[in-house]
């Protein structure tokens, strides 16, 4: 764990969250309030602490501003998303615009986020066991149909199916703090 992220623990090796708040509720704030009204910039800011307060034990191992800023637009998002339900169609057009923006704005960053997500996803699948792994990039990476892949590997479609379950299910037990943004990311890879 590098030392800018070692400096936000304490004793116990759970995460100094007071510490968190006190260096970075106000740019969270500001950055929220690029996107939403106050009242709802500053309960953002307040659930993305308040998340941080419940999974303390949380191990973070690139960056923790990356996570907070992640945290906080994804909040956001759903913020927006809900202002969206309540509105009629022609005042969401405003919403979208702002989407937009979050999403502009947030490139840079999300670059660095991407790249932590990509790796922690690599990481994953580098543990499946090799012909689960294999039918896995098979069927996710390369868009094969489970049929073409039982074919070229000679195995039933059953097992293909199998293996492909089992993957997943690993990938969402170890990327469970990152799934919105996997999603995010799993999305815009298509």
């Given at each position: 764990?590098?030392?800018?992220?070692?400096?936000?623990y304490v004793s116990g090796g759970t995460l100094d969250v007071e510490k968190l708040f006190i260096h970075?509720?106000?740019?969270?704030?500001?950055?929220?309030?690029?996107?939403?009204?106050?009242?709802?910039?500053?309960d953002i800011v307040q659930d993305v602490f308040l998340k941080l307060w419940t999974d303390r034990q949380l191990q973070i191992s690139k960056s923790i501003e990356g996570l907070l800023f992640t945290m906080a637009r994804n909040k956001c998002l759903q913020q927006i998303?809900?202002?969206?339900?309540?509105?009629?169609?022609?005042?969401s057009s405003g919403l979208r615009l702002k989407e937009d923006e979050i999403r502009f704005y947030?490139?840079?960053?999300?670059?660095?986020i991407e790249l932590?997500?990509?790796?922690?996803?690599?990481?994953?699948?580098?543990?499946?066991p090799d012909k689960c792994?294999?039918?896995?990039?098979?069927?996710r990476y390369h868009n094969k149909m489970n049929r073409e892949i039982a074919e070229e590997l000679g195995i039933s479609i059953k097992t293909v199916e199998k293996h492909v379950s089992a993957a997943l299910r690993l990938i969402r037990t170890n990327l469970?703090?990152?799934?919105?943004?996997l999603m995010l990311f799993l999305q815009d890879r298509s």
């Open positions: 764990m590098p030392d800018e992220i070692h400096s936000w970075y509720s106000k740019p969270l704030f500001y950055y929220a309030l690029k996107f939403v009204d106050e009242e709802a910039a500053r998303e809900k202002q969206k339900i309540r509105l009629d169609h022609r005042q947030s490139t840079e960053a999300s670059s660095l932590e997500l990509q790796e922690q996803l690599e990481k994953t699948i580098g543990t499946l792994r294999e039918v896995f990039i098979l069927s469970k703090d990152y799934l919105p943004l």
